[in-house]
Every structure is written in structure tokens, then in C-alpha cells.
């Protein structure tokens, strides 16, 4: 089983950056594409970053131009690099595998997650 572990969220303030980090017990950036997921409060999961086996990358709308997602393949990290915050964006961020490109469907377990909180 693959085990994911976020960190790097807190508080922050409206208009300000964070950088999240998804560590991953195994290899799997060569073999799944992988995404960055935030839950809201009271709100459906939303994948928001996706980056490919091939390094492509795309966004959901809300976070298009200010959110960028990276990984390090020797280190089994992936990241999310979040600039101009906004309340918003508060919310649990969690990261995972995809079961293909096309699905919001995840192949492991998901992780405890990072809370982000944007104060405006």
C-alpha cells in the first residue's frame, strides 16, 4: 500500500503563499499520473492540480494562475506552490494517484491531509 503525507499548510493571510508538500512511501511518478485534491467545509473533494507521468500539468479554473504544482521524482515529493491566497481556498489539501487522467477516482488510501486557512 501507498501511504501519502501532507504538510506545509497554517494560516496565512488573504493575498499571501504557501508551499504544501505530498511525500510518498514508494515510486509511483513514472507509472500514475498524480493530483492535488482540497476539501472545504461542507463542500464535495475538488481535484485542483495534475501533473502527468510525462509532466504535464493542468488546473481546475479556481486555481489557474495561482497555483503551481511540481514533484521531485528522486525525493518521491510532490508539491503545491499557492500564491495570492484567498479565503476561498481554505480547506484541507490532500494529494493522491489517479486511477487514469479522465477520473477524479484515486487508487490509495488518502492521507491525513494539510488544513490550509486563508484569513481575509
Known amino acids: 500500500q501507498v501511504q501519502f503525507a501532507e504538510s506545509g499548510g497554517g494560516l496565512v493571510q488573504s493575498g499571501g503563499s504557501l508551499r504544501l508538500s505530498c511525500s510518498v512511501s514508494r515510486r509511483i511518478f513514472s507509472t500514475y499520473d498524480t493530483a492535488w485534491f482540497r476539501q472545504a467545509p461542507g463542500k464535495q473533494r475538488e481535484r485542483i492540480a495534475t501533473?502527468?507521468?510525462?509532466?504535464?500539468?493542468t488546473y481546475a479554473d479556481s486555481v489557474k494562475g495561482r497555483f503551481t504544482i511540481s514533484r521531485d521524482n528522486a525525493e518521491n515529493a510532490m508539491y503545491l506552490q499557492m500564491n495570492g491566497l484567498k479565503p476561498e481556498d481554505t480547506a484541507v489539501y490532500l494529494c493522491n494517484a489517479l486511477t487514469s487522467y479522465s477520473t477524479n477516482y484515486v487508487r490509495y488510501t488518502w492521507g491525513q491531509g494539510t488544513r490550509v486557512t486563508v484569513s481575509s
Open positions: 501533473i502527468t507521468i510525462d509532466g504535464s500539468t
